[in-house]
């Protein structure tokens, strides 16, 4: 079948999915989070690939009777599994309008440009500025999130100490094996940009928090240095099982240590950096200006829709960014007075216009909007690790002391005095009994959580980042389900 041109179709069509968004947009605040009909294999089978194709018509019936009822409610107030944001409606009418134009915006390097660079532009120093960060100092570009922009950190430091540290300009002349990666709580992408680099996994070496005791840092620097090892250090803030952050002070020395060394400081505040959104938690993420680089998610806490990711540069780092990425061609001319095409400093070259869904948002709901978001999600996750610490240790155990951000990591509290012996076998028993909580918790429908484990010992997680979580609506829900699957396992 051939693509029907027929404007009344696509017209009618499209009203309908902007009828059945507007309806969503109401029904995901009920709505059971896991599918009401999960898709299977079998019944995908049926709806492969044909000769002819079904047309418009029939492929919008298979979306919405088929397709559509199997995607979980993950949008909606109470998924608390990953850290997973939602999407403002400020965000969700500009991402649709994206894709009307579909804009990419390599154009902008060429013949056509018509400002979507300035738009790009502007709405990466908004976002610079809502993290109280100097746009004189910092330059973003857009990625496809923070795994992304750990890998863009990365390459950067990679190609910076290889000039400052060897005189070896590693985007020409390629990467001989002498960057070491300190760091602190970083997150499994970290570990993921090493490989893809060739600096190697096995150069990465996770410290914990003891990166911020006092010498630790300065005496591992002088070790490496004799080895003649150039380094660079990732500072995890915002830790993704705990939301935990380096000690008061500690990044101030910290970066100080590096300054000295000659070590590339990146900082991956993927959520954490959000916290300076607010007055009330923004000295956690005291010191984020300190880095070389530093990167933040778009699809988790600025709530805008996948995919979408920030990498933050000091302005005086941008020429090393651009000699690791710039993609030269003589069809990919700049446009003179323009600043530096993100297609020079990012990965990809051809790229969604990522910034009409930030400029949007940022735009709609300002500084105070974004305040607003981060201390409901707070206020959530502090009010949940209260209950279960004081009112509820009888059936949750939470295994930090402290909430300091926006994620409760905590297990079906376990009976006391477990026998020591057959430590492994009890381990795996217990692992699987949190596993069957978690699984409990998610079949209600009512809010999701996920597993992870935490200083040995499995664990369950709730992470709020959603801009429709709120504790006077969505609390007493949460606390229900906790009350209700913590009786059936309680000991
Ligand atoms: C989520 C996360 C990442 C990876 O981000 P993606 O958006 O999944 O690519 C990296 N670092 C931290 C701290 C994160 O929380």
Not at 447 to 454: D, E, I, L, R, Y
Request: aromatic content about 8%.
């Amino acid at each position: 079948m051939s693509i029907d041109t027929t404007k009344d179709i696509l017209g009618q069509i499209l009203a309908q999915v902007a009828e059945h968004a507007r309806d969503h947009h109401e029904a995901c605040e009920q709505l059971p989070i896991l599918p009401a009909k999960p898709v299977s294999a079998s019944s995908m089978a049926a709806l492969g690939l044909t000769g002819s194709g079904i047309g418009l018509e029939a492929t919008f019936q298979e979306l919405m009777s088929t397709l559509v009822p199997s995607l979980p409610n993950s949008v909606g107030p109470r998924y608390f599994s990953l850290v997973t944001g939602g999407v403002t409606p400020a965000a969700l009418v500009a991402d649709w309008l994206t894709t009307v134009y579909d804009q990419n915006s390599i154009l902008a390097t060429q013949n056509v440009y018509s400002g979507q660079t300035q738009i790009e532009h502007q709405a990466c120093e908004m976002f610079v500025s809502l993290l109280d960060l100097p746009t004189t100092q910092f330059r973003a570009i857009l990625t496809t999130g923070s795994t992304a922009s750990n890998i863009e950190a990365v390459a950067l430091g990679r190609q910076w100490l290889g000039a400052t540290k060897f005189g070896i300009d590693y985007s020409q002349d390629g990467y001989d094996g002498q960057v070491v990666v300190l760091t602190n709580r970083a997150h499994a992408t970290v570990y993921k940009a090493a490989s893809m680099l060739g600096i190697g996994r096995k150069q990465v070496h996770e410290m914990m928090g003891h990166l911020e005791d006092e010498g630790v840092l300065e005496s591992k620097l002088q070790e490496l240095a004799r080895q003649g090892k150039a380094v660079m250090v990732v500072l995890g803030f915002g830790e993704v099982n705990t939301g935990i952050f380096p000690r008061p002070g500690a990044v101030q020395r910290i970066a100080e240590l590096c300054r000295q060394h000659g070590a590339f400081l990146h900082i991956d505040g993927a959520f954490g950096a959000f916290a300076r959104c607010s007055p009330s938690y923004a000295e956690l993420a005291d010191g984020l200006e300190l880095a070389d680089s530093i990167t933040v998610c778009g699809h988790k806490w600025l709530n805008v829709p996948y995919d979408c990711g920030f990498f933050i540069v000091r302005r005086d780092l941008e020429r090393d960014l651009e000699r690791v990425f710039s993609s030269s061609a003589a069809y990919l001319k700049p446009v003179p007075g323009v600043p530096t095409h993100p297609m020079n400093l990012s990965i990809e070259n051809s790229q969604r216009m990522r910034a009409l869904a930030v400029w949007a948002t940022l735009r709609a709901y300002g500084r105070a909007g974004y305040q607003k978001i981060v201390e409901d999600n707070c206020r959530f996750a502090k009010t949940m690790h209260h209950w279960m610490k004081v009112e509820r240790p009888d059936l949750w155990t939470v295994l930090e002391e402290e909430c300091p951000l926006n994620i409760v990591v905590f297990q079906a509290t376990s009976p006391p005095n477990k026998p020591a012996a057959e430590e492994e076998k009890e381990l795996e028993a217990e692992a699987r009994r949190q596993e069957a909580v978690v699984k409990a918790l998610n079949d209600t429908g009512v809010a999701a959580f996920s597993g992870t484990v935490w200083k040995s010992r499995p664990a369950i997680r709730a992470a709020i980042s959603n801009w429709r979580t709120n504790i006077g609506k969505d609390w007493e829900i949460v606390r229900k389900v906790l009350e209700t699957v913590g009786e059936q396992f309680k000991f």
